[in-house]
């Protein structure tokens, strides 16, 4: 269930950025996708955060019974692409759904397998919709066999995919990471 959960995350943000103007080897512009989405993006702080450190919402029908998208603006840059790209996921995968509120989106690509799929497969699709939509794995995958026969250091082609890509050194060391194990498995 989840293998193919994750199959349909991935493939539904290939299908949303073949519809966009992205140019490959660069950063998706998540602004640009939400415009197309006619999603709202506020930026902001959570005033009551629950106990929780609260980066991110979906909100599906929000004033004007537009959907909102609501990020924390004192997150760096990255991490908020990062946020509104899982947020993105979760309006195109469970829009259905009235809202979602995000903590510590990255923490949850940590958790191990059999916990993260008893915990939350919604998060696990959001997350691996995420990572697709900001770094495509077929360009990805690329790049890395590139570097690699150009004898680069692993190290620097994360470095690289972080700042073309404009992700967190974090995101990219784990989708790097994801697909050195499945050459290698
Ligand atoms: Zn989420």
């Known amino acids: 269930m989840t293998r193919n959960a994750i199959k349909a995350a991935k493939k539904a943000a290939g299908d949303l950025i073949s519809k966009t103007s992205r140019k490959a080897y660069t950063f998706t512009d998540v602004h640009e996708i939400a415009r197309r989405l006619n999603i709202e993006i506020l930026e902001g702080e959570f005033r009551d955060n629950f106990g929780r450190n609260i980066s991110g919402l979906m909100k599906v029908s929000g004033k004007n019974g537009k959907p909102i998208i609501a ?10 692409r990062f946020t509104i790209a ?11 759904e009235l809202s979602h509120v995000d903590s510590d989106l990255e923490a949850v690509i940590y958790r191990d397998k059999s916990s993260a799929m008893a915990t939350n497969t919604k998060e696990i699709q959001a997350n691996q919709f995420a990572a697709e939509l ?5 360009e990805i995958k690329t790049l890395m066999l590139k570097k690699q026969k150009s004898g680069e250091d692993i190290t620097k082609t994360i470095t690289e995919i972080s700042e073309n890509y404009k992700v967190s050194s974090l995101a990219a060391t784990i989708k790097v990471t994801s697909l050195l194990n499945t050459w290698y498995s």
Do not use: C, Q
Not at 71 to 80: C, I
Not at 134 to 138: H, I, K, Q, R
């Open 71 to 80: 990020v924390k603006s004192s997150d760096s840059e990255e991490r908020k």
């Open 86 to 96: 899982h947020e993105i996921g979760h309006f195109v995968l469970h829009g259905n």
């Open 134 to 138: 900001l770094m495509p794995t077929d």
